[in-house]
């Protein structure tokens, strides 16, 4: 049996209220979908309640789920939309920008070190500011485009670019620090 065929399985399972089958899709992708929580809301607990939250919001409305997209997918969009919700309600600032703005760090393309560990990426991005963080990951990890991400949180394409690009330049600075040259 294939992975998918197996998965699908679990989903008609679930969709019957099955326990057990309910139990294993957690199983399946409860570690994925954390990752991607503390991500978006940087702290262990609120990432907890996210992942809790959005596991709640599967088992509710999987009755929807069609399989047009894979079901990682389509939790995935679940998880992210409950973080975006829930960083919306602490009210996490992006800053607006004028039109005509031509962003300076786009001049300033500086690479990072290749030996920077990937483990060192992943505490720097955590000092970012929250709306860098938030735009950082859903566009360079999560693979969203700037239209969609404008979309999802209600902000220019233009906002999320220099955000993004700010992020970028900020993390780059971060990395330089002897905090995270040390931890290689």
């Known amino acids: ?32 979908m954390y990752n991607i929580a503390l991500r978006m809301v940087k702290n262990s607990q609120e990432a907890d309640d996210m992942l809790q939250n959005s596991f709640v919001d599967v088992f509710t409305h999987l009755h929807t789920f069609k399989y047009q997209s894979s079901f990682g997918a389509w939790m995935k969009r679940i998880v992210i939309n409950n973080c975006i ?19 300076r760090y786009e001049e300033e393309e500086e690479a990072i070190d290749h030996s920077t560990t990937v483990e060192a990426v992943k505490n720097a991005l955590y000092d970012l500011p929250e709306g860098y963080r938030v735009i950082f990951s859903l566009y ?39 905090t995270y040259i040390n931890k290689k």
């Open 1 to 32: 049996m294939t992975v998918a065929a197996n998965h699908k399985e679990i989903i008609e399972a679930c969709k019957r209220n099955d326990r057990q089958a309910q139990f294993e899709l957690y199983r399946l992708y409860s570690k994925a």
């Open 85 to 103: 919700n829930f960083l919306r309600k602490k009210r996490f600032e992006l800053t607006e920008l004028q039109e005509g703005y031509h962003d």
């Open 140 to 178: 360079a990890l999560e693979g969203y485009d700037h239209g969609e991400i404008a979309q999802i949180l209600d902000i220019s394409e233009s906002t999320s670019k220099s955000q993004y690009s700010r992020a970028k330049h900020k993390l780059r600075r971060i990395l330089k620090t002897d």
